[in-house]
DNA sequence: GGGATTTATCTTGATATCAAGATACTGCTG
DNA sequence: CAGCAGTATCTTGATATCAAGATAAATCCC
């Protein structure tokens, strides 16, 4: 069983300051030196990241009246181009929610006037479900504005820096997804 | 406005596969040429990483009969080392919940017989949770699982990646949470 | 030391989520 | 072309979460 050898060096590299994470993990190191605890840099600190991301971003949603569950449906009609519609189905897979869910969000996103639905052509099974006017006006003034404030969130991260932690994260979501 | 100067040599470094935020930040950088798209590749990365993670731990906790919200829990009481017992406003902190969902935990991790409420000493409002003996069983063996699965899940990566990923994930955090 | 403020925990009510199963239609196979 | 496995969506029931507020005790400050 290899043993901490990464932790030393990451240690050095980041004697500026400690965060969070580093104490979590000094403390299950002390804890349990019987295991090597250094996963835990990257991938609990990934978790926490993301939690206080979500934290953050709603904010941001708040100021358009939008909740992050919405914008991730409207979202992704959105991307999706002209006509913007997708199954009920492509939604489900784009934002890793259940089919009970995608029902209910799109329910409440009709309600609100935000996407219709109409019958598929060709399968009376199916349903395509479609950005309205008013839907598409709504997603585009919330992501100008979450992209503003993720570029101010990036501003002291280096470009290089940058690039390297998307290929880092798109390598392990490759592991996930693959 | 800087306007996506990053994204081509991102590009270049991936082109051995995209992923699904590759396909996703194409799309909007598609619909949206006038935006500045490129924090998505780290950003969104982190939240689908994210939560790919939290469904692949789901499925190592289930062999232990544990959830996830009962190992954050138990696993703050172990870290912070004998007598293993912290107040629910610490716990609080550490888990990033709120004070009504601890509550809750707590009840039901008492049910369990995982941790045991005890007043705390020169505080009347006050209560430790602590961790029974069986819960500190559960939450070692969990961990020492844990640990494989996510040394396994990092395998693919240089440890030269992974510090560096654990470098820009602090930075992100200190920016989140500073 | 007594009244206002802060701190610590718990309660309540509303809500979003998930797992499992129901329903309805498609399309393959023999 | 009949039956049956597969697909697409929705329904149901249970559960975990949060926001806001209630309660109680400690601490501050004059």
Do not use: C, K
């Not at 840099?41 to 990934?46: A, E, G, K, W, Y």
């Not at 997708?86 to 009709?110: C, F, I």
């Amino acid at each position: 069983m290899s043993r901490n050898l990464t932790a030393p060096r990451l240690r050095r590299m980041t004697a500026r300051g400690q965060d969070e994470v580093d104490r979590i993990v000094d403390a299950w190191q002390r804890e349990r030196p019987d295991l090597d605890v250094a996963p835990l840099h990257v991938l609990s600190r990934i978790s926490r990241v993301a939690r206080r991301l979500d934290q953050t971003r709603g904010t941001a949603f708040a100021r358009h009246d939008v909740e992050g569950w919405e914008f991730d449906v409207l979202s992704a009609l959105r991307r999706a181009g002209t006509p913007y519609e997708l199954s009920p189905g492509a939604l489900v897979q784009q934002t890793l929610v259940t089919s009970g869910t995608m029902t209910n969000r799109v329910d409440r996103l009709e309600n609100r006037g935000l996407v219709r639905r109409r019958p598929a052509p060709n399968d009376r099974r199916g349903v395509l479900v479609e950005l309205t006017d008013e839907g598409r006006d709504l997603v585009d003034a919330v992501m100008a504005d979450l992209l503003a404030r993720e570029q101010e969130l990036l501003s002291h991260l280096p470009t290089r820096d940058r690039e390297r932690l998307a290929v880092g994260l798109r390598t392990l979501l490759g592991e996930l997804e693959g």
